[in-house]
């Protein structure tokens, strides 16, 4: 197959698919730096929102503020526990990539 | 006229299991007289098929009614010699005779290929007098005559082993061997014909049958079952005296190995399971003890050490040679569980074995005689260079790893069933790991053949060259033979359910 | 004629499809040939289902009654996601010339199919293996680096067909018949089975062959190999585990497990193929549950993880087909070049993760749900976590790193035409099953036990706010963590998983051992010559004077053999009783 990849790869700058346009947003600094107050509002939406529907059949965990924000706050922790493990694990675990000797495929 | 057809048949069915023999023995001098290849070939294959077409006759007539008795020169058994057959050797007779067409057929441009033009004569002539011998010593009734036969087909054997000396000197020593070790073999095994005699003072294997269950087991009769045991294990390769087998094959000419792998070893089996079953008394502790522990245990262990020496050759025909030790453990650990399932199992083993390794030696000779391939390295891209042949050797392949639709997997599941019958756990765990270790060393064989690409010489791609038609056909037939077995079981495993009740009915 | 077409399974319409397709010289009849079989199997099953008469195709044969077809409500959802599957697959590959692989991947497809439909434990094992040795090929097509790969799938696989019929035997001796029903732990042979139906489910350190051999494969490779394997064996758990409280525990580990190496894997096919473990937990747990809503939530779960996990697979594998490598470190900004396939890839992650209007937020939550109502709250607790997990590297990582992060400056085209159609039949499935009006009501009708699917609504208020909050929260961490510069930049490296136990210190003992079998044959064979040279000079002699050019098995040893064994038959029939 590596035939014909290899003439499709341009290197530099070609042109943008014209449907490119839609996604050019994400490449603005704005957007960049404003993300993270889309999710922040998203989470407090919810939150209010929870007040007028309440979880039918709470677990034993969702009692005070935590009736509202208990989502949130196990996805945010789960979220931030698995990134912040990566660094230790990647340590641990990593070894140069043709470490079984086997070759590596689909590399350019 | 119809009246004549009739008697004509009935004639032939009661003459049959003498023709049988007698014809190729005749055939075979006649050859080595003639000396000219192509009538001595047309002789031989005109013999094996009307052996084939006798073998039929005499199946037929014991599936319908049982036993068939011949007293030779008109003396009666148990003062003459007796030929008999019943459900356990008339299959093998079959077997026999139409992989002896089959390779004939093969015969015909591999002969032409491997042996000096002024041998052709007498080596057909070889073949048909070992040819005889098979048939002879699974037809007879008579355990000295089965001693007879042995060397006769034996010594003829050495001879064909030997001749492939035209392709590869090594043939010779590996000849010698197979003659030092084939001959222990015999002596043994008429040792232990002779206690026998010394005990029952006959030697028409009903009668021995007969006076031993009258006289009850002594020394004498065990000492007997060792020797017989052994002298037998030597010449169907039970590990580990085996040791004859790989080079044998390896250097023989290639149709004689197919032959040879095909039914040599096969007949010898049964030679195993009619002393063992009819002759000796199974239910004896004695032959209990040893059935486990010689036949099954030593199969077992057979099964793994020659599956790994398969896995690391690097020459083919030893590799197949090696894959026969470990199939043989397969037929020993059904024997040695002594059910009637477990013989069912064994027996149907080994006649799907016999079609399965005849099959893939043939396609390795094809490939040698087109290209010179030995090694497993050559079969690089042999896929494309010789499709046909390359397909022959897939299918029998996946036959002697035992995948499902193959003839192969029937034998081994049966044996599974019959292992797990007994109870014998570690025999199953056995089975499934070996298969996987076939899987291995065939799968070596065929990843070459099929993902790699065709092999160069001077940087220009070989042409495909296929096998002449003539060894299409045989390696095809027997391929074929592996999946229609395979698919529709029920025809080898009734003719293995009467040999084993043959066996069976002795023992209540 | 007409009567012996429910009897048949429509397995062989596809595998027949397959076997034709090795000798159609014409491109074009076999892409014919890929897209025609999967319907006209659908049709089979459609025109031969019949509630009465679930059991078809049975005859005795050596005395085992078979049941080759056996077409329920359990199986059929399986059987009509596959022949969907087939027909993606089938565009997908459309553009590919190449026999081995139209025809493999059509066999491989007929027989997940009729493991699927496979009454008996012994239909089953043939079609278990069948998948097995047809899949090997698709892995083998990615190139020589995926030879080992091959080697190490086939013989997982190999392992775990045999494992299955070592204990349909032993469960058959049991029952008496080898009927495939419930069978559980408690008979004999139960272990055997589920350990040979775990290696393709992937349960925890049976798993690595799926991260091994998938990215391995090529382009269209992977994305048929990741539909059907493990999805037989979830039926096949279903079929016979269901309610086995063990699976509960094993689920929840394959959903945790993968989460963490799905987050420093840089090689972007293989965090699909961690993801694809992770999702499969789900489906352990639900089985292990074994209520009618769990059931009813496995199978849908299976239906629409097929599908978004194949459009994963798609994007990702158009990313290779146009690019040549799908490793984050080398990829970044290709929206720019390939939108389609990016909004495609978007949709398949937003179906993963289970956002509100995407596939499978109406089919988790029903089994997460069902562990809820067993109140086995830290089981809850945990598959919540792997929730989040998933949205880490499904939903954000994989699309986040291939078409935005910084951009790499490569400029290809657009994905082929049948890829981009391909994924957008995929990506229509995912929204119209989820879609609240109408849609996923019909995934609910196929279900297993319709009536108890129907109770349950996914979309209530209170179910969209939860699981919004959840992921609003996971993308919240994601954007913070990245702002505080802690979020891991990608690196090229071999991460090492339990795998590393047979190909490193394992291989190194086997091939120590090989070197010194090899020593030690030589040691031995100059031992027998030197030993019989002192001792036996005569015998040697005797029976091989050929002594220099003698082979490695001289006969003078045989003879010795011969003796032994004669001495230890003598010995067994002399003194063992």
């Not at chain 2, 007796?82 to 441009?109: F, H, K, Q, W």
């Not at chain 3, 019949?50 to 005859?59: A, E, I, K, V």
């Not at chain 3, 309610?243 to 989460?259: Q, R």
Request: proline content about 4%; charged content about 10%; glycine content about 10%.
């Amino acid at each position: 197959m590596s035939d014909d990849v290899k003439l499709n790869v341009q290197s530099g700058s070609g042109e943008n698919h014209p449907l490119a346009k839609l996604f050019m947003w994400t490449d603005t600094p704005g957007a960049k730096k404003n993300f993270i107050w889309i999710s922040v509002a998203g989470l407090i939406i919810t939150a209010a929102l929870m007040v007028i529907y309440p979880n039918k059949h709470p677990a034993p965990w969702e009692v005070g503020p935590m009736k509202l924000i208990a989502y949130g706050v196990i996805g945010g922790f789960a979220y931030t526990f698995v990134v912040l493990s990566a660094k230790p694990l990647f340590n641990m675990l990593s070894r140069p990539e043709n470490y079984y000797g086997e070759g590596d495929d689909h590399d350019v | 006229m119809l009246n004549f057809l009739n008697l004509s048949q009935a004639w032939i069915a009661a003459e049959a299991p003498v023709a049988i023999v007698v014809l190729p023995l005749i055939i075979g001098a006649l050859c080595a007289l003639i000396n000219k290849e192509r009538i001595a070939w047309l002789l031989v294959l005109l013999t094996t098929l009307i052996c084939s077409a006798l073998s039929f006759v005499i199946l037929r007539e014991v599936m319908a009614s049982g036993t068939i008795s011949y007293g030779l020169g008109g003396w009666d058994p148990p003062l003459g010699i007796e030929y008999r057959v019943d459900g356990l050797n008339a299959p093998v007779l079959m077997l026999i005779s139409v992989i002896g067409v089959i390779c004939t057929l093969y015969a015909l441009r591999s002969v032409t290929a491997e042996i000096e033009p002024k041998k052709r004569g007498p080596f057909y002539g070889a073949f048909m007098i070992s040819f005889a011998g098979l048939l002879g010593m699974v037809v007879t009734g008579d355990a000295f005559n089965v001693f007879v036969f042995l060397e006769v087909s034996s010594i003829s054997t050495y001879v064909l082993v030997a001749m492939g000396a035209s392709r590869d000197r090594r043939a010779l020593t590996a000849a010698y061997n197979y003659l030092i070790l084939g001959s222990i073999g015999a002596t043994f095994f008429v040792i232990g014909v002779g206690f026998l005699y010394m005990q029952t003072g006959t030697l028409n294997m009903a009668d021995i049958a007969l006076a031993l269950s009258e006289s009850g087991e002594s020394r004498v009769t065990q000492v007997a079952f060792a020797f017989i045991v052994v002298g037998l294990g030597l010449k169907l390769a039970m590990f580990p005296l085996h040791l004859w087998l790989p080079g044998a094959y390896a250097y023989a000419p290639s149709f004689v190995t197919a032959f040879l792998a095909a039914t040599a070893t096969k007949a010898a089996l049964y030679l195993l399971l009619r002393f063992v079953f009819t002759i000796f008394d199974p239910t004896a502790d004695f032959i209990i003890s040893a059935l486990t522990w010689l036949l099954a245990v030593l199969g077992v262990i057979g099964m793994f050490f020659a599956s790994f020496q398969a896995i690391f050759q690097t020459d083919a025909r030893r590799l197949l040679a090696f894959s026969s030790v470990a199939q043989v453990g397969y037929m020993l650990l059904g024997v040695g569980i002594g059910t009637m399932a477990g013989v069912t199992a064994g027996y149907v083993h080994l006649l799907g074995h016999a079609m399965t390794k005849g099959a893939l030696f043939l396609c390795l000779g094809a490939m040698w005689y087109q290209f010179g391939v030995t090694r497993i390295s050559d079969f690089k891209g042999l896929g494309k260079t010789m499709p046909w042949t390359m397909g022959a050797f897939t299918v029998a392949g996946i036959s002697l790893i035992g995948v499902p639709g193959t003839v192969g997997f029937v034998s081994k599941f049966a044996l599974l069933t019959a292992a797990a019958d007994k109870g014998w756990w570690w025999a199953v765990a056995a089975i499934v790991f070996t298969s996987i270790l076939a899987l291995v060393y065939i799968g070596r064989m065929l990843e070459a053949a099929w993902l790699q690409d065709r092999p160069q010489v001077d940087g220009v791609d070989v042409a495909t060259r296929e096998a002449p038609a003539s060894m299409l056909v045989a390696m095809w037939a027997l391929a074929i033979a592996c999946v229609v077995f395979g698919v529709n079981a029920t025809w080898p495993l009734e003719l293995a359910n009467d040999a084993a009740s043959v066996i069976m009915g002795g023992a209540g | 004629m007409f009567d012996l077409l429910p009897h048949i399974n429509p397995a062989f319409a596809i595998i027949i499809a397959g076997i034709l397709c090795i000798f159609s010289p014409s491109h074009f009849v076999r892409k014919a040939l890929m897209i025609a079989a999967p319907i006209i199997a659908g049709i089979m099953i459609f025109q031969t289902y019949d509630p009465n008469d679930t059991l078809r195709g049975q005859f005795n044969f050596a005395g085992i009654d078979f049941t080759t077809v056996r077409i329920d409500r359990l199986s059929m959802i399986w059987g009509y996601v596959f022949c969907l599957a087939g027909l993606i697959n089938g565009i997908f590959a459309f553009h590919e010339k190449c026999k081995i692989s139209d025809s493999c991947a059509l066999i491989y497809t007929g027989a997940g199919l009729g493991a699927v439909f496979a009454g008996d434990l012994i239909t089953l094992f043939m079609f278990w293996e069948l998948t097995a040795v047809s899949s090997v090929f698709l892995v083998w097509r990615g190139g020589p680096a995926a030879y080992a790969a091959g080697m190490r799938y086939l013989g997982w696989h190999v392992l775990s067909g045999v494992l299955l019929l070592a204990g349909a035997i032993m469960y058959g001796r049991y029952a008496g018949n080898y009927d495939f029903n419930n069978i559980g732990l408690d008979v004999p042979g139960g272990w055997i089975m589920l350990l040979g139906i775990g290696i393709k489910a992937g349960f925890p350190l049976l798993h690595t062959w799926i991260q091994d051999a998938y990215p391995k494969a090529s382009v269209t490779g992977t994305v048929v190999l990741a539909t059907f394997s493990t999805k037989m064996a979830i039926y096949a758990l279903a079929r016979g585990y269901a309610g086995t409280e063990i699976l509960i525990y094993i689920g929840v580990i394959m959903t945790l497990f993968p989460v963490f190496f799905a987050v420093i894997e840089n090689d972007l096919r293989k965090v699909l193929a961690y993801s694809l473990n992770n999702q499969l937990g789900f489906m352990v747990v639900g089985v292990g549950v074994g209520s009618a809503m769990a059931l009813n939530g496995v199978a849908g779960q299976v239906v629409v993880h097929i599908i978004f996990k194949s459009l994963l697979f798609m994007s990702m594998g158009a990313v290779l087909h146009r690019i040549g490598t799908a490793k984050a470190s080398e990829l970044g900004g290709l929206f720019r070049s390939m939108p389609i396939t990016a909004i495609m890839c978007l949709i398949g992650a937003a179906s993963i993760a289970a956002f509100p209007l995407f596939a499978a937020f109406v089919t988790k939550s029903m089994i997460i749900a069902s562990v809820f109502e067993n109140h086995n709250y830290i089981v809850f607790l945990l598959l919540l976590f792997a929730s989040a997990g998933v949205m880490e590297h499904s939903g954000i990582k994989v699309p986040f790193f291939a078409f935005f992060s910084h951009d790499s400056g490569r400029r290809v085209k657009e994905a082929p035409t049948n890829m981009l159609l391909a994924m957008g039949i995929a990506a229509a499935f995912c929204l119209v099953l989820a879609w609240p009006f109408g849609g996923y009501q019909m995934l609910f009708a196929l279900m297993p036990e319709p009536e108890v699917a129907m109770e349950y609504i996914p979309y209530t208020g209170n179910h969209i706010l939860t699981q919004l909050q959840l992921l609003f929260a996971a993308m919240f961490a994601f954007a913070l963590l990245k702002k505080l510069g802690v979020y891991p930049d990608e690196k090229r490296a071999q991460i090492l998983d339990i795998d590393y136990l047979w190909r490193k210190p394992g291989l190194a003992i086997a091939k120590w051992s090989d070197g010194m079998m090899t020593r030690y044959e030589a040691y031995q064979t100059r031992f027998v010559k030197n030993t019989a040279g002192k001792i036996g000079t005569r015998l040697y002699q005797v029976f091989s004077p050929a002594g220099s050019f003698s082979e490695d098995a001289p006969s003078g040893l045989a003879a010795l053999m011969t003796a032994g064994i004669l001495a230890l038959a003598l010995f067994l029939v002399y003194f063992i009783r």
